[in-house]
């Protein structure tokens, strides 16, 4: 009868610890590791594609540096920088006594770049070979970055921008212009930017449609939580 007695209330013990345990321990033997989101292939083609006729005026890009902050004397990263378009212009805009850091994963981006800066007689451009989850620029020297359709290509973007945070002076402002699409399409859609951002631990400050002015592309405006 003890025995009878003793078994039962064993298995209503283990009963219990089930009810109260199993949930959270079938939770955690089923949960997925996160997957990682669909990349575009960086591009490796010829730089000079990104030369083409017009493209100061599609992209607005004077307004767009006026809104990130670029001005004479400032410190400004181009990520992704492929050909130099956007860092040459840049460069001009802050003068000699600011710099440019011309950041690529591409070593024939970095040359290309170079070689520009040289035959422009621009100075104040500084190339950077980069890592995928790293623009290993300077700490606490950057007051504007651009990612110039480039975040589609960024295999691990929260963690290039986490790396990016230590770079970025008081009040910097991160900007990024890119196209809605699947990640894959050359282009990531905006949703997407903005929820890595906040991963990463940076906020929006603006957002606009006025790049290219088809709706597809968007220019997102950031910078870090403090």
């Known amino acids: 009868m003890i025995l009878k007695r003793c078994v039962l209330i064993l298995a209503l013990?283990?009963?219990w610890q089930v009810f109260w345990n199993g949930p959270a321990e079938c939770e955690t033997q089923t949960?997925?590791?996160?997957?990682?989101?669909?990349?575009?292939?960086?591009?490796?083609?010829d730089l000079s594609i990104f030369d083409s006729p017009g493209r100061d005026q599609?992209?607005?890009?004077?307004?767009v540096m006026d809104i990130v902050g670029i001005s004479p004397g400032k410190t400004v990263a181009d990520i992704g920088a492929g050909s130099g378009w956007f860092t040459v212009r840049a460069a001009r805009r802050v003068g000699e006594?600011?710099?440019?850091?011309?950041?690529?994963?591409?070593?024939?981006?970095?040359?290309?770049?170079?070689?520009?800066?040289?035959?422009?007689?621009?100075?104040?451009?500084k190339t950077v070979l980069g890592k995928e989850d790293d623009p290993l620029l300077p700490a606490n020297a950057i007051d504007a970055v651009l990612l110039l359709k480039t975040y589609h290509e960024v295999a691990q973007p929260v963690t290039l921008l986490r790396n990016l945070r230590a770079s970025l002076r008081p009040g910097a402002k991160v900007g990024v212009i890119d196209r809605n699409g699947d990640g894959e399409d050359h282009g990531v859609a905006r949703e997407v930017v903005l929820r890595e951002a906040a991963e990463a631990g940076y906020r929006l400050l603006k957002q606009y449609d006025f790049v290219k002015g088809d709706k597809m592309d968007y220019f997102l405006v950031?910078?870090?939580?403090?």
């Open 58 to 63: 599609r992209l607005q890009i004077n307004r």
């Open 31 to 45: 949960a997925n590791p996160a997957e990682h989101r669909k990349t575009s292939e960086p591009y490796t083609g």
């Open 222 to 226: 950031l910078t870090p939580e403090q």
């Open 13 to 15: 013990f283990m009963s």
């Open 97 to 125: 006594s600011g710099t440019v850091y011309a950041v690529d994963i591409n070593p024939e981006s970095i040359r290309y770049v170079n070689d520009r800066a040289q035959k422009e007689r621009l100075r104040n451009v």
